[in-house]
């Protein structure tokens, strides 16, 4: 353990589980204690996540801990996120520390290395506590996991190492988690919180009262579900509405491990615009619009599209004027050839890909992660798109431009088929609403109106950081801290 200093107060949100809603506690948090005048830094030691974002110092952090952070009023910090996973198969992820991507590994290794990632950690908070009146932390998945518990720096240990008081936080459907940990780890806890009610509160009630009674622990409040929000989801595309009739019909590809799919986010705010995700051809339809989107692992979920025939569908609607647009690593698949001669992704070498872009990938051990800003200049439809547009890149290996490929500013075209490596891209309001109007044409309307991303985003933040004021005891979670 490093030398005692100067420390920022700490509050750390604990979960029942994967899914209660820790993120989305802690960006409110972050949004209320900023309203209150304290300088405030989100924090979660290890995150798992294949929805990730670049960092001002070019480092690559989850989206959650930047939205948090976005919250609470301040830059995104590759100290913010440590440690980050990101899963190309059920046992294996790339591992990023302080931003940089070390190396893909099994669990078994993952494990071995765990005091230097402690280690890591503990560096990033210090880093943070320095600057920061108060560091909001979120835990990953449940403090409970009995096979993982000698494994976790990313829950108790880390509230110890913070001397951070604990919220436990779960939905109605889960409980038992506090039972489950050790004594020392009971007296951590500080209160208890239900989150994503729906229904009466009132029935809650005697449930409540016993569960005050049995643990000592202070109940803080009920939070409701809430709808609507326009916030990201870190690991689930429920929040996508399949039933929106008409307008454009945007037809996304379902990677088995599809990344970065919050770049379809800003899409709901498009009136005319209709998103869904297919897997199979049977479900490929007439789309205006096909989606190839980021994916974690390029060669085997580009095996995995050409085994369920979406191949000959593409190369048919693109033959009839139909868009297509890959991103990431769609853009790769969608070159002639993808080469991995050092092994940096699969023990193949060489990987056919559609060849509907005249582009081939060099896969390279160095990742490349930064933050961009450049003029486009496109033809949708026979229509010019052009202006400034700013995004950020993720991703192994290099695709050099073609000749014979039109395009400017990162955005390549063959006709009506386009790559890009930039995430982010229909976050651009201008960019958005002119690629949709001219993709739709007048037959279709695509010319109305849309919302504004940043105002959109402001307005779900201001929305749950006044919900959960409204429903916490926030004036016991502040003695918390004192």
């Known amino acids: ?185 009971r007296r951590m806890v500080r209160g208890f919180v239900i989150n994503k009610f729906r229904g009466n509160e009132h029935l809650l009630t005697p449930g409540i009262k016993y569960l005050e009674k049995k643990t000592g622990v202070p109940f803080l409040g009920t939070i409701p579900y809430l709808e609507g929000l326009f916030l990201d989801e870190e690991d689930s595309l429920d929040s996508f509405d399949p039933v929106r009739q008409g307008g454009v019909d945007v037809a996304v590809f379902r990677f088995p491990r599809i990344s970065n799919f919050t770049d379809m986010k800003p899409l709901e705010l498009e009136p005319n615009v209709r998103v869904r995700y297919f897997t199979g051809a049977e479900e490929f339809g007439s789309p205006d619009l096909v989606i190839l989107p980021g994916t974690k692992s390029t060669v085997s979920d580009a095996d995995f599209l050409k085994k ?43 990987v056919p890909g559609l060849g509907l872009l005249p582009v081939d990938t060099f896969f390279e051990a160095e990742k490349v992660a930064r933050k961009i800003q450049t003029q486009i200049d496109i033809r949708v439809n026979g229509r010019p798109i052009r202006g400034k547009v700013s995004g950020y890149e993720i991703h192994m290996g290099r695709t050099p431009a073609s000749r014979s490929l039109k395009g400017k500013g990162g955005i390549f075209q063959r006709g009506s088929v386009y790559g890009t490596y930039l995430h982010g891209l229909f976050d651009n309001d201008a960019f958005r609403r002119n690629f949709f109007a001219a993709l739709a044409g007048r037959d279709k309307g695509g010319d109305q109106g849309s919302a504004s991303f940043v105002r959109a985003r402001r307005k779900s933040y201001a929305r749950i950081a006044r919900e959960v004021e409204k429903a916490l005891d926030m004036k016991r979670i502040q003695s918390l801290l004192c």
């Open 1 to 185: 353990m490093k030398p005692a200093m100067r420390q920022a107060r700490t509050l750390m949100v604990q979960g029942t589980g994967s899914g209660v809603g820790k993120s989305m506690l802690v960006a409110a948090l972050c949004r209320i204690f900023k309203k209150k005048g304290w300088r405030v830094s989100p924090f979660k030691a290890q995150n798992m996540s294949n929805n990730s974002c670049v960092t001002a110092e070019g480092g690559e952090i989850a989206r959650a801990q930047a939205m948090q952070a976005e919250c609470a009023g301040v830059e995104p910090s590759i100290h913010m996120n440590p440690v980050l996973l990101k899963p190309h198969s059920n046992t294996g992820s790339q591992v990023v520390v302080h931003g940089k991507a070390i190396k893909p590994m099994q669990v078994e290794a993952y494990y071995r290395i765990r005091q230097v990632l402690m280690s890591k950690v503990e560096d990033s908070f210090r880093w943070l506590s320095r600057r920061f009146d108060l560091v909001i932390i979120e835990g990953a998945g449940s403090p409970a996991e009995i096979n993982l518990r000698q494994f976790d720096f990313a829950n108790m240990k880390m509230a110890r190492m913070a001397k951070a008081p604990v919220i436990l936080a779960g939905d109605i459907e889960r409980c038992g988690t506090y039972a489950l940990l050790t004594r020392a780890e």
């Open 308 to 350: 369920r025939g979406i191949g000959p569908l593409l190369k048919r609607h693109a033959a009839r004027g139909g868009a297509i647009l890959g991103i990431c690593g769609g853009f790769q698949m969608l070159g002639r050839i993808i080469k991995d001669s050092g092994g940096v992704e699969s023990a193949r070498k060489r």
